[in-house]
């Protein structure tokens, strides 16, 4: 008889994504989880580092600190106020051909800027059409990552969110010496070049279908972009902190090698400055995520306390007194790793809470709405940074002001439930072991209505 069990269940499938009894916390996740430490280092990365070039742009455009901040302000603000449109888009078309055409986008960004003759061009080409590309890239990948993950999910999160820190730490001193070596224009271009790895990440992710996803692709922008979620109260009040939190987070993004050269420190010691924060950013992303994965504190306490941390860090960073150009910047150093860790533990559980917030199947709608709304004070804040900084003489006060934000948003987050609903597919329970002399049942085949050589899904 020429149906076999094997025969039967290796038919050919359709087309379609076959679904999986849940995220497999492994295997091509860990690729998955590879190309997102690649894509947050070639987008948060490259704009933590950025900063380092904005002296050189007020000097060369004759411009104020406020008018250059715009540059950097832009390209967050669009990166993060467009996201939704990138993980809508994935939810339509997939994740990996839209990080690609990110990618290509943001490559396209950095080299039209080279070229730029007004600081107009810069907000084009940095501004609109690189942050538009890092839209693209950045939440349908970790969105992505995500669904990979259960168990250590967190943990996985982490390990991709620590590509910022480890390309501000390689980023940093390559980019001053580029800047030393090249000027501005050279420096922009060659990271033209280098954003262009965001195409071959994207192509890495691999479509995952799991339980629960819609049938079809949402229809109507509500569902598109899912603002839906709003009506959750949980989601409602973890949006409003997060705003709130990103009107300061970003700060030193921008405006903290600026900060240490004003401090006294050298364009190299600056650079030291950010790679200090990068690296206490970087390892508190690990051992964070490991530390929210175990379940011994609930992830809105972890989430209200770091944040907390954060702004205490921020507040640290601005009352440092300032130095002589000799001087190798001790008390700047140590403000800078307390800031860097304390923020770096706050970032993977911004996305490692969405799951428990809006379950599994809304987490890369949610990833973008997040972005978007993180993007409200990625807009406002450096620039509110910039404009102090020119009335006052230093960034004391921008420091200050915006330290305050992050501290007012971990506040809020003090009314999220105390703890969430377990996204952890359930397990199965075991197959008792035979009796002695006893048979394992046999499985029950079940024939598709052509015969054994249909080409539909069979079930065995």
């Known amino acids: 008889m020429e149906t076999s069990l094997t025969g039967v269940c290796s038919l050919p499938q359709t087309a379609m994504t076959p679904k999986t009894a849940g995220p497999p916390d492994g295997g091509w996740g860990w690729v998955v989880a590879a190309s997102a430490f690649a894509v947050n280092g070639l987008s948060y990365g490259v704009l933590r580092s950025l900063g380092l070039a904005l002296p050189d742009l007020a000097e060369h455009f004759d411009r104020s600190a406020q008018d250059t901040a715009w540059v950097s302000a832009l390209a967050l603000a669009v990166q993060q106020a467009a996201s939704p449109v990138g993980s809508a888009l994935s939810t339509r078309w997939g994740a990996r051909p839209v990080v690609m055409v990110g990618g290509a986008l943001t490559s396209l960004g950095f080299i039209f800027s080279a070229f730029a003759q007004s600081l107009l061009h810069l907000y084009l080409g940095l501004g609109l059409l690189a942050g538009s590309g890092w839209a693209l890239a950045f939440a349908p990948t970790l969105g992505t990552l995500s669904r990979y993950f259960s168990r250590r999910r967190v943990l996985a999160v982490g390990l991709a969110l620590t590509g910022n820190g480890a390309s501000s730490l390689l980023l940093a001193p390559a980019l001053q010496l580029l800047l030393d070596t090249f000027g501005w224009r050279g420096a922009l271009l060659l990271l033209g070049a280098v954003t262009f790895h965001l195409t071959p990440c994207g192509a890495l992710l691999r479509p995952l279908a799991l339980p629960g996803d819609p049938s079809t692709p949402p229809r109507g922008p509500l569902a598109a972009f899912g603002l839906g979620l709003f009506k959750r109260r949980a989601f409602s009040v973890f949006a409003l902190g997060t705003a709130l939190i990103g009107g300061g987070y970003f700060i030193p993004y921008v405006h903290l090698a600026p900060h240490a050269l004003d401090r006294g420190l050298g364009g190299y010691g600056a650079a030291l400055v950010v790679a200090v924060a990068a690296v206490g950013d ?110 006052t003489g230093d960034f004391t006060a921008s420091f200050l002001v915006c330290s305050s934000f992050i501290l007012s948003g971990s506040f809020i987050y003090m009314g999220l439930p105390r703890a969430l609903p377990s996204c952890r597919p359930a397990s199965p329970p075991p197959t008792p072991p035979p009796e002695r002399g006893e048979l394992l049942p046999v499985p029950k085949v079940v024939l598709p209505p052509g015969g054994p050589h249909s080409t539909m899904d069979t079930t065995c």
């Open 282 to 391: 970087a390892g508190a992303r690990l051992v964070c995520g490991w530390l929210a994965d175990q379940g011994w504190v609930p992830l809105p306490r972890l989430l209200a306390v770091f944040g907390a941390l954060t702004g205490l860090g921020l507040l640290a960073v601005g009352l440092v007194p300032a130095v002589g150009r000799d001087s190798w910047g001790g008390p700047l150093l140590a403000a800078a790793g307390a800031y860097g860790l304390s923020a770096g533990s706050y970032a993977p559980l911004v996305f490692g809470v969405l799951p428990g917030l809006v379950g599994i199947g809304g987490v890369v709608q949610a990833t973008g709405l997040v972005m978007m709304l993180m993007s409200l004070g990625g807009l406002l804040g450096p620039p509110l940074s910039g404009f102090l900084r020119d009335e």
